[in-house]
């Protein structure tokens, strides 16, 4: 098995959609042992094969809390045969978009057909973080991320937040506080405009600082 590079926003692959798997054979077997490598070395729950630069229509997950008992789970072509109506909150985040996290409302049960590791037909129903975790990647086999969902009423929310920010930050980075941070995580990256507003603001408040991080 091998630990594989997790691609990462903004890598125009993973908004590739992914194609079906057209037989279940030791090659595909082989992608997924080195997926759930991958996903346990990261560490994440699940991981989707374009994550890994495969796009082909697979998904591994294991939701497990406990790394001594692992309960690895494989899904090849999965297919959505019910979505519940009523919805579910979960904190997202992803291996491909690192620091960012957010609350998504997704459907709180889903049923699937899929193709197991030994390409055997089989339908899972599924409730709550196995429900939303394998939503999350079944968007991936589509090129979508959680931060899609995000409407854009937040993010002019957020940029009008940051705009707001903009002279407080200015004046931070004239204050040895602020440089001192500069120089240990870089943390305040803004870029303005010649007109001296808020481009966009990435990673630009930290954990250390006692700020919010706003990137987006
Ligand atoms: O590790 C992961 N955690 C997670 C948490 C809440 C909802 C979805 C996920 S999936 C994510 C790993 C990942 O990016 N899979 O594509
Ligand atoms: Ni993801």
């Known amino acids: 098995m091998t630990i594989r590079k997790i691609l990462t926003e903004p890598d125009p692959f993973l908004r590739q959609k992914s194609e079906p798997v057209e037989k279940v054979d030791d090659s595909i077997r082989k992608i997924m042992d080195d997926m759930l490598e991958t996903m346990y070395d990261a560490p994440g729950i699940g991981l989707a094969a374009i994550q890994i630069g495969v796009p082909k229509r697979i998904i591994v997950l ?5 790394p001594e008992k692992k309960e690895p789970m494989y899904f090849i072509n999965p297919e ?12 997202e985040g992803c291996l491909s978009v690192p620091g960012q996290f957010a609350e998504i409302d ?20 599924a409730n709550g973080l196995l429900a939303t975790c394998i939503q999350h990647e079944m968007d991936h086999l589509e090129g979508i991320l959680f931060i899609d ?6 993010i ?3 940029a009008e937040e940051l705009e707001k920010d903009k002279d407080y930050i200015l004046n ?10 500069w120089g240990k995580d ?8 010649y007109d001296n507003q808020v481009i966009d603001a990435l990673n630009y408040f930290d954990e250390a600082t006692g700020f919010i991080n706003k990137s987006q």
């Open 62 to 66: 294991d939701i497990s809390k406990n």
């Open 80 to 91: 959505k045969i019910y979505t519940s109506k009523d919805q579910a909150t979960y904190e």
């Open 106 to 125: 997704r459907p709180d049960k889903c049923h699937i057909k899929y193709l197991d590791y030994n390409g055997d037909s089989k339908e899972l129903k």
């Open 149 to 154: 969902y995000l409407s854009s009423e937040k």
């Open 156 to 158: 002019e929310i957020n």
């Open 172 to 181: 931070m980075l004239k204050s040895e506080v602020a440089s001192a941070h």
């Open 186 to 193: 870089e943390a305040m990256g803004i870029r303005l405009n």
